[in-house]
């Protein structure tokens, strides 16, 4: 990713999205991977274009589309290679909902991206 700023920008949306609505059950986007035979990637920008996702949209408009891509595909890598399970250590019960999981995946990448 070219800018720390924009997996900064997208995790602080989707925090602030999660905190708004409750938006998608994990279990829920489960069945729908399964039901449809559609990829997560679609299914995950699927959810961050709802229409009540007003500040991930806001802060795609302002995220070079490259960014935007890589962060996609890193929350996509960290899913495909550790599922589901939450970032934070010791509890999977913060990890019920979409949004706030994305989030916690988005904080990952800064981690990873460095200082």
Known sequence: MKYRSSVVAFAKAVMCDAAQYRGDEIRQVVRGIDMDSASFKSVLEQA???????FVKAAKSIIPEGDWQEIIDYVCKYR?????????????????????????????????IGR
């Open 48 to 54: 961050l274009s709802a229409h009540d996702a007003a």
């Open 80 to 112: 495909d290679t550790y599922g589901f399970a939450s970032p934070v250590p010791g509890t999977n019960k913060n990890a019920l909902l979409l949004f706030p999981w994305v989030a916690a995946v988005a904080i990952c990448a800064l981690d990873d």
